[in-house]
């Protein structure tokens, strides 16, 4: 099924390339498939045209730690806190937090 809709979202980003959410929804689709290297290309797509809440940053985040690029990691949640504070999402800031605490990043 994630193959199918992996198809779809890359044929609706053929129409309309400057569209955030097709953008979001087909790294949502790689990130539950593993495919790290390319949830990672794809969300900085999404992060070129949206101003993000800061759940982008979470799958970055997992996506790089998992690749094991600690570093990337940790910007990435560092960027993820400003976003979610910028946003008013107080709670999502402090996950991030803890992701950093607990990679000992």
């Known amino acids: 099924m ?3 809709r992996i198809q ?4 609706l980003l053929e129409k309309n390339p400057a569209n955030p959410l097709v953008h979001y929804s087909l790294a949502n689709e790689y990130f539950k498939l ?7 290309e794809t969300i900085n797509a999404y992060l070129k045209l949206k101003d993000d809440e ?6 970055l985040g997992h996506c790089y ?4 690029m600690e570093d ?9 806190i400003q976003a979610a504070s910028r946003h008013g999402h107080p ?5 991030f937090r803890d992701y950093l605490e607990s990679l000992d990043l």
């Open 2 to 4: 994630s193959e199918e």
């Open 91 to 95: 709670d999502m800031a402090e996950e």
């Open 8 to 11: 779809k979202f890359k044929e």
């Open 54 to 59: 800061g759940a982008a940053y979470r799958i």
């Open 65 to 68: 730690t998992e690749l094991g």
């Open 72 to 80: 990337s990691a940790k910007d990435a949640y560092e960027k993820g």
């Open 34 to 40: 593993n495919r790290y290297e390319e949830t990672i």
